[in-house]
């Protein structure tokens, strides 16, 4: 995982932490009063699940990749992407079936065929 990836699932590892940390606290406390191995097997059992959890929510955050035009058609309007070139671009409504997309700086429209792909999608626009 890159690091912006591993800083998500840390920040995901510690609110799922957060929530199911009284559960842990009392099978660590079984664990140390020595009442049997289970709890112990219990425990590390726990914080597997919880580390299989944050990354597996962290990959479903992954920002949605396009790469080819039709997908880009396909997203609904006000949708906004970062194009192969790193530029920031807005879907506007689509014109006979297509999508034209728009500068977020100074004011250039392209229809989707000209957009250079890959593009990250940063914002999916709502369904109308």
Do not use: F, Y
């Not at 510690?14 to 559960?23: F, Q």
């Not at 014109?95 to 989707?112: C, F, H, K, Y």
């Amino acid at each position: 995982m890159s690091t912006e990836r591993d800083e998500l699932a840390e920040r995901i590892r510690g609110e799922i932490s957060h929530h199911i940390s009284p559960v842990i606290g009392w099978l660590r406390l079984d664990a140390e009063k020595g009442r049997s191995d289970e709890d112990g097997k219990r425990h590390d059992a726990w914080l597997e699940r919880l580390d299989k959890a944050a990354e597996a929510v962290a990959e479903l955050t992954k920002p949605r990749t396009i790469t080819t035009t039709e997908e880009l058609d396909a997203l609904p309007h006000e949708s906004i992407i970062l194009d192969a070139k790193n530029v920031c671009r807005e879907g506007l409504t689509s014109i006979e079936g297509r999508n034209w997309w728009r500068t977020m700086g100074p004011a250039r429209v392209l229809p989707s065929r000209e957009v250079q792909l890959p593009a990250t999608v940063l914002h999916e626009g709502a369904e109308s």
